[in-house]
């Protein structure tokens, strides 16, 4: 038989509020949709529903905007109190223009705006923005433990969000953290079809496995933020974000 990847959105999610509990919502939707998990079945989860759980709501209303921000706010035309917790998520900016903030997140990564997010997130009256979660690895170690311990299953479980890349249009899914998964597969000095020997090439396989999830997600008023995967093609293993990001040494973007 050959290869086979299914990936099913959840449907019936709620809108997700500080404090609840994800696990439980995310058992009750796998069993509504009728699925029978299994060991080795991922699940994909949108950056959002894990923020909105953990309290990482802001209101921009209790920001005080440092004159750093201000500065860089004029500079870019954004809100200053926007730019504060642009600043405040980021280790340093990499690169700003109008319109524009590309930081290097305290997480590691390279994105616009620190990734905070005001869509999907309140009412077009609100001043509320989003920040991604604090430690997105954690987050998903905890969804994995829940139903290891509840269900006696390994699960891998994976946090992606929709990023902008420097060499192309358009933003896809990518992870930000995971549990039970292999970040990246190292298939150097394994043959290739002809039997040459592979020498540079390393899989980022949550990333893929993210964007495919993301294109059943959406990027607008679709609200399933939770995608289940059977069939990863690589074995779960434990796994951390930190096997992903580029060294700035060998970045040549940075």
């Given at each position: 038989?050959?290869?086979?990847?299914?990936?099913?959105?959840?449907?019936?999610?709620?809108?997700?509020?500080?404090?609840?509990?994800?696990?439980?919502?995310?058992?009750?939707?796998?069993?509504?949709?009728?699925?029978?998990?299994?060991?080795?079945?991922?699940?994909?989860?949108?950056?959002?529903?894990?923020?909105?759980?953990?309290?990482?709501?802001?209101?921009?209303?209790?920001?005080?905007?440092?004159?750093?921000?201000?500065?860089?706010?004029?500079?870019?035309?954004?809100?200053?109190?926007?730019?504060?917790?642009?600043?405040?998520?980021?280790?340093?900016?990499?690169?700003?223009?109008?319109?524009?903030?590309?930081?290097?997140?305290?997480?590691?990564?390279?994105?616009?705006?620190?990734?905070?997010?005001?869509?999907?997130?309140?009412?077009?009256?609100?001043?509320?923005?989003?920040?991604?979660?604090?430690?997105p690895d954690s987050s998903a170690k905890r969804i994995r433990d829940y139903f290891a311990q509840s269900y006696q299953i390994n699960l891998g479980v994976l946090i992606?969000?929709?990023?902008?890349?420097?060499?192309?249009?358009?933003?896809?899914?990518?992870?930000?953290?995971?549990?039970?998964?292999?970040?990246?597969?190292?298939?150097?000095?394994?043959?290739?079809?002809?039997?040459?020997?592979?020498?540079?090439?390393?899989?980022?396989?949550?990333?893929?496995?993210?964007?495919?999830?993301?294109?059943?997600?959406?990027?607008?008023?679709?609200?399933?933020?939770?995608?289940?995967?059977?069939?990863?093609?690589?074995?779960?293993?434990?796994?951390?974000?930190?096997?992903?990001?580029?060294?700035?040494?060998?970045?040549?973007?940075?």
């Amino acid at each position: 038989m050959p290869p086979t990847l299914t990936l099913t959105a959840l449907a019936g999610i709620p809108l997700i509020q500080q404090g609840d509990d994800l696990g439980k919502i995310l058992a009750l939707a796998i069993k509504e949709n009728q699925i029978s998990l299994e060991i080795d079945d991922v699940l994909v989860l949108a950056q959002k529903i894990i923020s909105k759980a953990e309290g990482r709501l802001v209101d921009l209303a209790d920001v005080l905007p440092s004159p750093r921000a201000i500065k860089l706010a004029n500079e870019t035309e954004k809100d200053p109190r926007l730019v504060e917790l642009i600043l405040q998520e980021s280790n340093r900016v990499v690169r700003s223009r109008p319109g524009l903030i590309i930081t290097e997140h305290k997480l590691g990564f390279i994105c616009a705006n620190a990734g905070i997010d005001r869509s999907n997130v309140a009412g077009v009256e609100e001043e509320k923005v989003l920040l991604l979660p604090a430690n997105p690895d954690s987050s998903a170690k905890r969804i994995r433990d829940y139903f290891a311990q509840s269900y006696q299953i390994n699960l891998g479980v994976l946090i992606i969000d929709s990023h902008g890349r420097a060499w192309r249009k358009g933003t896809v899914g990518i992870s930000i953290g995971f549990s039970g998964l292999p970040g990246l597969v190292d298939l150097r000095g394994d043959p290739d079809l002809f039997g040459y020997e592979l020498q540079a090439t390393e899989v980022a396989a949550v990333d893929e496995l993210a964007a495919g999830a993301s294109l059943l997600m959406g990027q607008a008023a679709e609200g399933t933020p939770a995608v289940h995967a059977r069939g990863f093609p690589y074995p779960l293993r434990e796994g951390a974000f930190l096997e992903l990001p580029r060294e700035s040494s060998s970045d040549l973007f940075r």
